[in-house]
Nanobody, 119 residues
Framework: QLQLVESGGGLVQPGGSLRLSCAAS????????MSWYRQAPGKQREMVAT???????NYVDSVKGRFAISRDNAKNTVYLDMNSLKPDDTAVYYC?????????????WGQGTQVTVSS
């Protein structure tokens, strides 16, 4: 099994920055790609950014140039650096990990962390 622990959410003013972290722990696993999703009130969950095992990132258009996803494979951790935050970025952010656990492909979700952008 794999456990994901997220941290780094909070309240920030428009134009501010936050860094989210998601650390994976467990045994017998190999992580493939890692992603961040978000869900705002009354809206569907959307993919924000994803990063392959080789480090290639991909972003939803609305965050390009403002957000950066990265990963530390030695720590099994993925990060989301969010800059120039806007009120529309307010949402619960979820870490998503695709991994092989004892040779079986599985998908895991973090518990979610609230990001609120408001003055």
């Amino acid at each position: 099994q794999l456990q994901l622990v997220e941290s780094g959410g909070g309240l920030v003013q428009p134009g501010g920055s936050l860094r989210l972290s998601c650390a994976a722990s467990g045994s017998g696993f190999s992580i493939n790609y890692m992603s961040w999703y978000r869900q705002a009130p009354g809206k569907q969950r959307e993919m924000v950014a994803t990063i392959t095992s080789g480090g290639t990132p991909n972003y939803v258009d609305s965050v390009k140039g403002r957000f950066a996803i990265s990963r530390d494979n030695a720590k099994n951790t993925v990060y989301l650096d969010m800059n120039s935050l806007k009120p529309d970025d307010t949402a619960v952010y979820y870490c998503n990990v695709h991994a092989t656990v004892y040779f079986v492909p599985r998908t895991y979700w973090g518990q979610g962390t609230q990001v609120t952008v408001s003055s």
